[in-house]
């Protein structure tokens, strides 16, 4: 029965080791309890362990039981329990050596053998071995020698040696598999994955619908008279070019084509606006916008409700504190709150989608506090699909 035992444990680790958690250990040596003149390996030693199963910094754990020779008058046997860090270090090799220390109790028994204690006494030991993983199994043969010190004890010899040959097992529950990564593939890089994409074959960087068709040129924006130039945050628009340049947009009057662009957008070679950074507040972990943000989402309403031609895109995105996954939450939740309120300020939702990114896309550094400030952001792009009438009701 026993060997059936052994066998069935060999065989599991054999066939799953490189992926078991721990590795269970039978050693066997020789044991040198009198050092004074010399060292004297003359009693045998029999060893369990067990340990974590990887390399770098672990704990063990070991049970030990010393055979003392007929000839020795005071003591029969040794019994020792202890606790060990052992640092494996790794060599990218089959070898690797390592190192332990820790501390433990030993109990010494009487030659009578009757298993009587005859002395008790905590110890602290230390050392160092040699491993050589067998292929891909991951069983691994080990050489091992420490000096072990007893605390407090009252006989002429306090320390021993210790040499051992043994093997160890891995074994318990093998860790989660990765999850499959989803393979996108866009065979004309438009976006839309080949699936879903109607029109496969669009040239690379022209613009595309949800269903990745080029979208149509947009109309000849109807122009609207605005003497002051507007910012979404109520800043001065810098002038950001000598000429004429009514809106602050950087292009010419008579090339703009979307004179009243706010300053706060980026904009195309006509001047009309693709995007902007708004700065809107949340309450701090929250996706509801702050009293202070209000009155920024109602510019940006009156802006989208006079400026009929635009599809808007919301994009949410936050600094690096939590986790990646609460991150993207929080985004698409902050990104729809905007939508929610531009909507009640009468923008038509056929207009507004949304998307969160979570922190996978900073503008700032995370590591102060004004670059996460300038990381939790929304983000509106503006596409032009379509002609509509910009004098109809939204």
């Not at 065979?187 to 839309?192: A, E, H, I, K, S």
Request: proline fraction near 6%; charged fraction near 30%; include cysteine.
């Amino acid at each position: 029965m026993k060997k059936l035992l052994l066998c069935s444990l060999l065989a599991s680790g054999l066939l799953c080791a490189n992926e078991r958690a721990y590795e269970f250990g039978v050693n066997s040596g020789m044991t040198s309890i009198k050092n004074e003149n010399s060292i004297k390996l003359e009693n045998g030693t029999f060893g369990l362990t067990i340990q974590k199963n990887r390399a770098g910094l672990e704990p063990r754990f070991d049970f030990e039981y010393v055979r003392i020779g007929e000839n020795d008058t005071i003591v029969s046997s040794l019994i020792k329990g202890s606790i060990n860090a052992v640092y494996e270090f790794d060599l990218n090799s089959n070898f690797f050596p390592y190192i332990l220390a820790g501390a433990g109790y030993e109990q010494v028994q009487d030659p009578d053998k009757k298993g009587k204690i005859f002395e008790s006494n905590p110890f602290m030991q230390g050392g160092a071995g040699l491993g050589y993983r067998i292929g891909e199994s991951k069983i691994v043969l080990r050489a091992e020698a420490k000096v072990l010190q007893i605390i407090g004890g009252d006989r002429e010899e306090e320390n021993e040696v210790i040499a051992v040959l043994g093997i160890g097992i891995p074994f318990g529950p093998m860790p989660k598999a990765p999850e499959p990564k989803l393979q996108i593939i866009d065979t004309d890089g438009d976006g839309v994955m080949d699936e879903l994409d109607k029109c496969p074959d669009t040239p690379i960087g022209v613009a595309v619908d949800g269903a990745g068709c080029p979208l149509p040129e947009p109309p000849a924006p109807q122009i609207i008279k605005e003497t002051i130039p507007v910012s979404f945050d109520d800043n001065e628009c810098p002038i950001k070019i000598d000429g004429e340049d009514r809106d602050r947009d950087g292009i010419e009057d008579a090339v703009d084509q979307c004179p009243n662009t706010p300053c706060d957008f980026t904009v195309d070679s006509k001047g009309c606006p693709v995007k902007a950074n708004l700065r809107i507040h949340f309450e701090t972990d929250k996706a509801r916008i702050t009293d202070h943000s209000r009155p920024l989402v109602e510019k940006f309403a009156d802006f989208l409700v006079t400026n009929k031609g635009s599809i808007v895109h919301i994009v949410g995105h936050t600094d690096w504190r939590g986790s990646d996954n609460y991150n993207m939450i929080l985004s698409k939740k902050r990104a729809k709150s905007v939508r929610d309120a531009l909507i009640e300020l009468g923008v038509s939702s056929s207009r507004l989608s949304t998307e969160g990114k979570g922190e996978s896309e900073p503008m700032a550094t995370n590591k102060t506090d004004e670059g996460m400030a300038l990381n939790r952001r929304i983000e509106v792009n503006l596409t032009y699909p379509q002609e509509i009438n910009r004098g109809g009701e939204e």
